[in-house]
């Protein structure tokens, strides 16, 4: 329903019909999600689903995912955020689809799943700053190492053009500092930039793109807003001295926002995104994920590629991951309202 803002509700639970899928029922799942195959002792995450306040939201049909998807690509481009978007919607459709009929294949940037009864793909492109960086190497970039070109595309518009479904995420990689490094019109003048400045320029050489290049008869264009951390749990318990680590509930009472999520960089988005000539849906999962401290895998992931030792485990304050969201989890949900806004 149009007058239905569907990123307003709250947290129901429901251990009948979530999660949507089993962990160990999708072989595509990366390590640093699978929290319970990693040794989490709960799986309450798992057993929430959202209920918007005006309306109900439609169930998740794979098959009629798919038959959105028939001689279609869906794309999803960012950081490792976007890459859980992209885990969980291959997991969401893989499910009712034969053995044999799909595969997964790592082309750096992209992974590209490919559906073969239905000539459809879903794929990953990683841009971590959605502009060029010197960080857009699949594999081989550094968190602390950071290098923007604010006005460029150029590499990645070749991959993006004809995309019919492409869902766009950047946030966690421009917030690790007030102040980035970044060039803007003369490639070797490297100035350190204000973030929300910076920000701000990258979105308009991507809107720039958008414009010139989508077709809105064929293509629809998706913007997922920042994807919320939960680094210090004296936010939502006062006096603690902790992080998301051993949360096993949703935050309770409305409304709540924690620092971890820029307002500023929030209205620069819309802001870019109103101004634009094609429409641009944002998929506004910010608030609706605010209250999902148990959701991150926590010391149930993964560090530079490999799992936590005992060792680190029992070191949560040092080394509990509160970015990145366990699977099964909430960014199916995220991929539910995707595919609501489909229909």
């Known amino acids: 329903e149009e007058s239905c803002n569907v990123f307003d509700g709250n947290w129901v639970w429901d251990n009948v019909t979530y999660p949507l899928y089993k962990e160990d029922s999708c072989p595509y799942l990366v390590k640093q999600v699978t929290c319970q195959r990693n040794g989490r002792p709960d799986s309450f995450y798992q057993n929430w689903r ?4 005006g309306c109900n ?3 998740f049909n794979a098959l009629k995912m798919l038959e959105m998807l028939r001689d279609k690509r869906l794309m999803f481009v960012g950081d490792s955020i976007q890459r859980g978007m992209f885990d969980s919607m291959v997991c969401l459709i893989q499910s009712v689809i034969p053995d044999g009929d799909h595969s997964l ?3 750096p940037p992209r992974k590209i799943f490919r559906i073969e009864e239905f000539n459809a793909s879903i794929e990953y492109y990683w841009a971590p700053f959605i502009v060029e960086s010197i960080s ?3 594999t081989k970039h550094s968190v602390m190492k950071r290098l923007v070109k604010l006005d460029s595309v150029e590499k990645h518009r070749n991959l993006w053009e004809g995309v019919d479904f492409l869902v766009f995420e950047s946030y966690v990689w421009w917030m690790h500092k007030p102040l980035i490094n970044a060039t803007y019109g003369t490639p070797d003048n490297v100035q350190e930039y204000n ?3 910076a920000y701000r320029l990258a979105l308009e050489t991507w809107a720039n793109w958008i414009d010139s290049s989508i077709n809105p008869q064929k293509q629809k264009v998706f913007f997922v807003t920042m994807s919320p951390t939960h680094l210090w749990n004296w936010e939502w318990k006062g006096g603690s001295d902790g992080n ?3 949360e096993t509930y949703p935050i309770q009472g409305r409304p709540y926002w924690g620092t971890g999520s820029n307002l ?3 209205s620069i988005l819309k802001d870019v995104i109103q101004k634009l000539q094609v429409n641009v849906r944002l998929l506004n999962i910010t608030q609706l994920s605010e209250y999902r401290k148990d959701g991150h895998t926590s010391v149930f992931g993964e560090r530079r590629g490999k799992l936590l030792t005992k060792e680190q485990r029992s070191d949560p304050k040092n080394y509990a991951d509160c970015i990145h969201w366990c699977l099964p989890g909430v960014p199916d949900t995220w991929n539910e309202l995707l595919y609501a806004i489909l229909l």
């Open 195 to 197: 973030v929300t400045t």
């Open 57 to 59: 939201l439609p169930r």
């Open 105 to 107: 294949k790592r082309i």
């Open 136 to 138: 857009d190497h699949a």
């Open 264 to 266: 500023h960089i929030m």
């Open 50 to 53: 959202w209920q918007p306040n």
């Open 244 to 246: 998301c680590f051993n």
